[in-house]
């Protein structure tokens, strides 16, 4: 009877075999994302193309400086004007981006030359020359945010800035700040008047400006990595620039 047992536990564990091994779940791809606030839209944007990628997990790193020692995985956008290429890393050009002059929506103004613009931005110019004689509002974003680097550049050039400039930390607050006062007026990249969380792009309008200013204001959003993208991030930037903010 003994053995009989022992042929039967032999028997059984024979029958069972090995158990089987499973496949492990592939690991999410872990990417950094480092952007300016002004550039914030497309961060959004790339946000919607990563949630299609079950593999790919972003995160992110708002800046107004660029990581110089990139990793692999590593994407910083720039706008191309504020951060001139020094020879380091892939640079891929997935769109462009706007500068706008704003002002409320029911301030007359519907145009403005370079001239005009660098009188009031410089407090030379302090009323509205609409025949209401109302004051100006002047309103910036921070020193460093790429969309004040490219409008100081090429509106104030030498001329310093007004003492009664109020300043808007991002552009969302810029929005917010202009469509509280129609006697107001400020800048920000076109992406944030059509970005879905923009709550107050509906209570501003944008200044029709001389073509030689629009020009300048008109910028290419540059994607930065450490090499050519391959794989999970160029799916992504052929994404973002497909459909961008």
């Known amino acids: 009877m003994k053995r009989l047992a022992v042929l039967g536990l032999f028997l059984l564990l024979a029958a069972c075999g090995a158990p089987q091994s499973s496949t492990p779940a592939p690991t999410p791809q872990a990417i950094d994302l480092t952007y ?10 790339l946000t919607g193309c990563a949630s299609n990628n079950p593999l790919i997990a972003l995160y992110f790193n708002p800046s107004n400086t660029s990581d110089v020692g990139m990793q692999s995985n590593d994407i910083a956008l720039e706008l191309d004007q504020t951060n001139p290429s020094d020879g380091a890393g892939y640079r891929s050009q997935v769109g462009r ?12 103004v519907s145009q403005l030359t370079a001239t005009e613009l660098r009188l009031i931005f410089s407090g030379q110019q302090t009323t509205w020359n609409d025949g209401s004689a109302q004051p100006i509002q ?3 974003l921070p020193e460093g945010d790429p969309a004040r680097v490219i409008f100081d550049q090429s509106v104030l050039q030498t001329q310093p800035l007004t003492t009664q400039a109020m300043l808007a930390p991002y552009s969302t607050a810029m929005l917010e700040a202009i469509s509280k006062d129609v006697n107001s007026i400020g800048y920000l990249p076109a992406s944030f008047l059509r970005s879905s969380g923009s709550v107050n792009s509906g209570d501003v309008h944008t200044v029709q400006l001389e073509q030689s200013v629009a020009t300048v204001f008109d910028q290419p959003v540059v994607a930065l990595t450490q090499a050519e993208p391959q794989g999970s991030l160029r799916n992504l930037l052929v994404c973002l620039e497909a459909d961008p903010p």
């Open 36 to 45: 300016s606030p002004a550039l914030q839209p497309w961060a959004d944007k």
């Open 97 to 108: 981006e706007q500068i706008v002059v704003v002002v409320h929506q029911d301030n007359p």
């Open 138 to 140: 002047v309103w910036v």
